[in-house]
């Protein structure tokens, strides 16, 4: 009989190890001490992302074709959502008259562990008066790539800092009055 006991004991013991699951990491684009790129009142219509990489979990591309979806690293809210929120944290706000209304369409967010994290996106940039009258849009296309480490955290990190540039971009744009699109440094 103690021979059974300590049988069953260790095959619970197994069965419980076997059943363990790795802990879930979440990951967020806002920087920990978010600044504002931004001096203009920029206000965040639309941000779009592509399906296949929209969700909680992180996705990761392997080689030329392939896809990963991270089971254990996410994000803390669904992608597009992350993104909402890190850029909102990077526009500043204002009571102006007149602000600019922003709108993001993102062709490829991609996340490739030691070698870069690729922010690629189309984006209209508008006047938008008081009364709700807008003026010409301004619509451009920025690609912005930062080398990444083999963390996912680097990762993380790498596309914190391609959401600044590309606030920095739209704010410099905005300043100006330009009405042509920037070329990314």
Known sequence: MAHAARFALLSLGLLLAACRSDPIHYHTLTPQQPTPASTVDVQLELVSVPPQVDRSQVVIRQSNSGLAILET???????????????????????????LSLRVDVQRF???????????????????SGNGTTG?????????????GQTIDDLVLAHQQNLKRFTELVSRTASSGASRCPSVR
């Open 73 to 99: 690293e996410w994000w803390g809210a669904s992608l597009a959502d992350e993104l909402h929120n890190a850029l909102v944290n990077q526009f500043a706000t204002s009571s102006a008259q007149t602000h």
């Open 136 to 148: 010409a849009a301004l619509n451009c296309r920025s690609v912005i790539q930062t080398p990444a």
């Open 110 to 128: 991609d996340s490739v562990p030691g070698q870069y994290a690729l922010f690629d996106a189309r984006w209209r940039l508008r006047a938008v």
